[in-house]
């Protein structure tokens, strides 16, 4: 199986040059046949990445450790689960995971446009070749994941981290990879456009389904590795401004700055240029957020390890913004707008601000995030940005965005009268400032952060309800429709919009969850069995200290009764697990109890098995299931944003119809309940 795979990577190189080829001459030459044949030749890629992928997962699943990656990465007494999943726990096959998902993408990018976009096609297929030609050119000459021991095979594997053997560490990378390399799909459109001349709406059209998916995958990702730092890594949070998580945060901004302008064209013709400036540029930071994890430019808890790929990847990144931008200033001409901007109170102008502050959020993030390698380079001197710089700009410029998420759906195309403005923006700030007083008098808050994101998130949440509020009246007035059958069909003949709302509704949510960061509260206590301490409403009891091995590792765990507000609630148990391979890994296994008020959270930060002492780490994470159930609502929303639109149809199967209300319905019955049931 090793040859398999190896020559397989081979055939990929082989089979994706010649399809680049094809599509050229095909194109230029006007040949049916060279055209069909680098269609297949993209079907025949993602064939042969499936040969050599499947075979690296063979290797694992067979315990073959004659090969390097395999021996690195897995051992005998790792649960067979995790072993296929080391497929992409290490750079190498990371690698092949990284093109494979792109072949995937690609054939069903390839297929789906085989009777549509004519023109660009030869050219969207010949870059998305160059790309896989660049990866297999990596795997080939610096990351073999199949490369063997010359002699001496080793019998048993170093094992995966401990900290990588965890669900969410199994669901947070694919979701990342295919957000990550969602967006070389439009990259590769976006060239094909610019390469042809063709650059009218439609091939923006054909990918804009794309952009939302890559947009879905890379906040699914995110959020999951949040969930995997807050579980695992015991230090009480879901996100430290970690150079990798930096890394995936880049496109996510500059990718959500895409699709909130495209509107913009697509409704009035302008922004083009601008457009594509932030499809190459999502494109190109998806390049270096790759090689910041791969080449040892950046320190983190989760890259990889250093190695000498980075120049391939800088060298790509140089010929992809020399090549991308040499187009678009060549066609420069093609691309001014149609329309110019007519008033600042106007929804374009509003986007436009939004985009600005996008990227001013991306490149700060960027900037803290290489200056202390970039600094270290030029002086030889050690210097590290830390959370306190990203906190301190980041804070003001997201609720910045925030702001500008309840007010652009409210303004006018082109321009907004006084009277409009006035009758869309009275009841939200109003609402804002109803809470912001109860806020200040009833709570108590009078920090400044927590209280201004907290009233900007009511602001927001009630302009979205009055627009599902005056749409749904409009139909019932117009349209003679009961209530529900009016919100029904407002939804189902404008899902983008309000699908757009939901998704907005998910971002408040997790501000909501982010505020909660102001009321944390933190001990650390060391207990003998039997003793109690309190914090905030909780009082908890060391009940005893345990010590176990299942084989794999030993665990030391401390069995903790919990009090709420007097009333027992169960028991907690953090632990520390002290695997055999890698040798000496000890990992913090936390254990919470959680509601949507707040989250107990206890970490075993050591221990003494003489005395029967326990130290606890203790602490209460206001509001932080907000960050979780946001996400939920993101999820919910983007389904109803790309359910299909059939507009030729009339919408008569009544269970059609009804779906996209019912789960809306579902979600907010749990919502309430669960809300309810939390502060009870």
């Not at 270290?376 to 609720?399: D, R, S, Y």
């Not at 409009?474 to 209530?483: I, L, Q």
């Not at 509704?505 to 505020?515: D, E, H, K, P, Y």
């Not at 109890?593 to 029967?612: F, I, K, P």
């Amino acid at each position: 199986m090793t040859d398999l795979g190896y020559y397989a990577i081979l055939a990929t190189f082989v089979v994706a040059t010649y399809t680049a080829l094809a599509a050229i001459l095909g194109h230029l030459k006007q040949s049916p046949r060279l055209a069909a044949s680098a269609q297949y030749g993209a079907f025949a890629t993602f064939g042969t990445l499936t040969i050599s992928s499947a075979s690296l997962v063979y290797l694992f699943v067979t315990n073959d450790y004659s090969v390097k990656y395999v021996q690195h990465y897995s051992d005998r007494s790792m649960p067979l689960f995790y072993k296929a999943t080391s497929f992409w726990g290490g750079q190498d096959g990371s690698l092949l995971f990284w093109v494979w998902v792109l072949s995937i993408w690609g054939a069903i990018a390839v297929y789906q446009n085989r009777n549509k976009n004519r023109e660009i096609m030869p050219y969207t297929i010949a870059t998305l070749m160059v790309i896989v030609i660049f990866f297999t050119v990596l795997m080939l000459f610096q990351a073999n994941p199949f490369e063997t021991y010359l002699a001496g095979a080793p019998t048993d594997g170093r094992g995966l981290n401990p900290l990588l053997q965890n669900p969410y560490m199994v669901t947070h990378p694919p979701s990342l990879y295919l957000g990550y390399i969602g967006w070389t799909i439009p990259f590769t459109f976006a060239i094909g456009a610019l390469a042809h001349g063709k650059l009218d709406y439609s091939w923006i059209s054909a990918m804009r389904r794309w952009c939302l998916v890559a947009w879905f995958f890379l906040t699914v990702g995110l959020t999951l590795g949040g969930l995997w730092a807050y579980e695992e890594l015991g230090w009480g949070g879901y996100w430290a401004w970690d150079p990798v998580e930096n890394a995936a945060f880049f496109p996510w901004l500059t990718g959500t700055a895409f699709i909130h302008s495209v509107q913009v064209q697509e409704r009035r013709g302008m922004y083009k240029a601008w457009n594509l400036v932030l499809i190459i540029v999502t494109f190109i930071l998806t390049l270096l957020g790759t090689m910041m994890t791969r080449s040892g430019v950046v320190q983190s808890v989760h890259a990889f390890a250093q190695s000498d790929i980075g120049t391939y990847f800088f060298a790509f990144i140089i010929l992809t913004v020399v090549v991308s931008f040499g187009l678009l200033l060549y066609r420069m001409e093609a691309l001014r707008p149609q329309q110019g901007l007519e008033s600042i109170l106007s929804r374009e102008f509003a986007f436009l601000v939004n985009n600005w502050i996008l990227l001013a959020a991306a490149f700060l993030v960027l900037f803290g995030t290489l200056f202390p390698s970039l600094y270290k380079g030029v002086t030889g001197h050690e210097v590290n940005v830390g959370a306190t710089f990203f906190n301190t700009w980041m804070i003001p410029i997201g609720m910045v965005m925030l702001f500008l998420t309840g007010v652009g759906p409210l303004l006018s195309w082109r321009k907004s009268t006084a009277a409009t403005v006035q009758q869309q923006f009275t009841l939200p700030v109003v609402v804002a400032a109803i809470v912001a007083v109860g806020l200040w008098f009833g709570l108590d808050i009078t920090n400044w952060k927590p209280l201004a994101t907290l009233v900007l998130c009511a602001f927001v949440t009630s302009t979205i309800l009055q627009e599902f509020y005056r749409g749904t009246r409009y139909r019932m007035r117009n349209a003679k429709e009961n209530v529900l059958d009016a919100f029904i069909t407002l939804v189902v003949r404008a899902r983008r919009r309000y699908g757009g709302y939901v998704i907005h509704f998910g971002i408040v949510l997790m501000f909501v969850g982010f505020a909660g960061e102001a009321f944390k509260l933190e001990e650390d206590k060391t207990l003998k069995e039997g003793e109690s301490v309190s914090i905030g409403r909780y009082a908890v009891t060391l009940q005893q200290l345990r010590f176990e091995d299942d084989g794999q590792k030993t665990m030391i765990t401390a069995d903790v009764a919990v009090k709420k507000a007097g009333a027992d609630m169960g028991e907690l148990h953090p632990a520390k697990w002290a695997y055999r391979k890698p040798e000496d890994q000890v990992t913090t296994e936390v254990s919470k109890m959680m509601s949507l008020r707040d989250d107990l959270y206890l970490v075993l930060g050591g221990y003494d098995a003489e005395n029967r002492l326990a130290t606890l780490q203790l602490k209460v994470n206001p509001l932080v299931n907000f960050v979780w159930l946001g996400c939920t609502f993101t999820m919910f929303g983007f389904s109803i944003a790309v359910w299909p639109d059939r507009k030729k149809q009339e919408a008569t199967v009544r269970v059609r119809r009804f779906m996209p209300a019912f789960a809306g319905a579902a979600s907010l019955l749990v919502m309430v309940v669960t809300l309810v049931l939390a502060f009870i």
